[in-house]
């Protein structure tokens, strides 16, 4: 086998590292002795707390280091075993779920992973904690307690009906932790403490420098993947290095001189240029919500229905998508993308018509100034969009949106700052009228998630000062798909919160958000799992390709 030798000393990769450094660049990011795959990601991550860790760089370490009770295949959505030998019992109502697990599984510290621990991970995953200010998960509903039935079965226990628990189970954000991680404040799981976090899973975090990089290593007895996995026992590759690449430029250069083997978020004019190169781009859907500008109808501005139809009706998406993305980005045709559990097409409501929405703002009686913008009874018809930071391109499409909605009367103005800034305006309805977003998640409960007021409440439908909703039907709906027992009856519940979507006009799906990769042609065996997130355990580094890559 073809000596390998570690590139940190090159000039590439300590741009990626930054950090300074000297030296040519004459090794491939696969040439060292050991098989570490080089994986850039344009942010570093922000916690390894799994109910908080949507975050998509969060993700993507959990995703090695942790496993769960069941698995979901990325692309059919069918669930089946993991850590639990088998899919769990399930009572009528969904109220109560038993599981069998594996007592052969251990922690990369050496603890068993036992009834006990399966139940003290759910008993935090479903109530939080807030003296140590852990939050509970959005994708656990109604949950009361777990009990241990004995050494090898627990049962969990809802309040109401939780038809989308069992698909929660298969989540990075149920990932299984030791009971000495779980013990953590929230402090433990943030950087500076990854070398600290202890799943069962194929790798585990070996080195962290902060803000900089990971290396995790392949776990030597790791012997318990999904049932569905051809491959069983430990992973091909030695480990990873992740590192922290924020420039996509950067990324794009690491590849294309060979000093990565692998990296997200690859930018759609990009792609062409890698697969030029010779290398794969590989895309999967995130299975969810699709990438939205979601209307705050509680604002005076957008109260009127008028006024967010002709947004839409003023805005050209598909201008938007040919000039900034590739055929890596469907254009959405509902608040679901069309791979997510339930979707229905609502393309009717979303037709770009300029004409159109200059009638609907002339008959709400927004009025044309000198200088082209609406204004009534004194206020100007201007609205502010927040920087989606963690979504492909989200500056350059609020910017077209900003264009073509100037030539209709509507200023759009960009919120600045950073994600921290991002997230706290965005909870307030005078900064923010209109969010860009998307919740990634395979499963029907996705909907709740993105819209209810107890969770991400995109429309800010909830009034936190008065305790009104300004839409109790939609609320209500929500709650029916994350609380029918009968999986009909939720298919049902979400076309109809779908369809209130588009004739309410709340929101103007842009497309199907998916995580773009490029890849280089020797490594195989990547994938994605279910929405997007990088699963390192099938990757093979097939040298003889990479012989030829020189």
């Not at 628990?165 to 009971?179: E, I, K, R, V």
């Not at 590739?326 to 979303?350: H, R, T």
């Amino acid at each position: 086998m073809k000596k390998r030798a570690m590139p940190l000393s090159s000039i590439v990769l300590a741009l990626l590292l930054g950090v300074t450094a000297c030296g040519n660049v004459t090794q491939h990011a696969s040439e060292a002795e050991d098989d570490i795959v080089i994986y850039l990601e344009p942010n570093f991550f922000k916690t390894l707390y799994p109910p908080s860790a949507g975050f998509y760089a969060n993700g993507g370490v959990l995703n090695q280091v942790t496993d769960r009770l069941l698995y979901q295949d990325p692309e059919t959505l069918e669930l089946s075993p993991w850590i639990a030998t088998k899919l769990p019992e399930v009572n009528e109502d969904a109220t109560e779920y038993t599981f069998d697990i594996r007592t052969d599984v251990t922690y990369s510290d050496g603890s068993p992973l036992t009834a006990e621990n399966v139940v003290k991970n759910f008993d935090l995953y479903g109530k939080g904690d807030k003296s140590r200010k852990l939050t509970s998960s959005e994708q656990i509903t109604n949950y009361d307690h777990g009990e241990v039935v004995d050494e090898d079965t627990v049962r969990f226990f809802f309040s109401e009906p939780a038809p989308g628990f069992a698909q929660a189970t298969s989540s990075f954000n149920a990932g299984l932790l030791s009971d000495a991680t779980l013990d953590k404040d929230t402090t433990g799981f943030a950087p500076g403490k990854a070398t600290e976090i202890i799943g069962s899973g194929p790798f585990v975090i070996e080195d962290e420098q902060m803000n900089s990089s990971l290396t995790m290593k392949a776990r030597e007895d790791y012997d318990w993947a999904p049932a569905e996995s051809e491959h069983q026992g430990r992973a091909y590759i030695d480990g990873i290095k992740y590192v922290l690449a924020a420039e996509e430029s950067v990324r794009t250069g690491g590849l294309v001189s060979g000093q990565g083997d692998i990296a997200r978020q690859i930018e759609a004019p990009v792609e062409k240029h890698l697969q030029e190169q010779g290398l794969t781009i590989s895309s999967h859907s995130t299975n969810g919500v699709t990438n939205q500008l979601a209307f705050r109808f509680r604002d005076p501005r957008l109260s009127d229905i008028r006024v967010r139809q002709a947004i839409i009706a003023g805005t050209d998406r598909d201008e938007i998508l040919e000039t900034l993305f590739s055929d890596s980005y469907p254009k959405a045709n509902s608040v679901l993308s069309s791979s997510a559990l339930g979707y229905q097409d609502m393309s009717q409501y979303y037709v770009y018509d300029p004409d159109k929405a200059q009638r609907l703002l002339d008959e709400a009686g927004w009025v044309r100034g000198e200088d082209g913008i609406r204004s009534k009874d004194g206020q100007r018809l201007t609205l502010n969009i927040n920087e989606a930071l963690p979504q492909p391109r989200s500056r350059e499409v609020i910017t077209k949106v900003q264009e073509q909605l100037a030539r209709i009367g509507i200023e759009i103005t960009l919120n600045p700052g950073d994600q921290a800034a991002q997230d706290a305006d965005s909870k307030d309805i005078n900064k923010v009228q209109i969010r860009h977003t998307m919740v990634g998640r395979a499963d029907y409960d996705v909907l709740k998630s993105h819209l209810h007021s107890d969770n991400r409440d995109s429309l800010l439908n909830l009034d936190e000062e008065t305790g009104e909703l300004g839409d109790p039907e939609l609320e209500k709906l929500l709650e029916q798909i994350a609380s029918s027992p009968r999986e009909e009856d939720r298919a049902e519940a979400s076309a109809k919160a779908q369809r209130m979507m588009a004739e309410k006009a709340y929101a103007l799906p842009l497309f199907e958000e998916p995580q773009v990769y490029g890849v280089q042609p020797y490594l195989e065996g990547f994938e994605e799992e279910s929405i997007g997130r990088p699963n390192f355990y099938n990757v093979r580094i097939n040298h003889d390709r990479l012989e030829e890559s020189q």
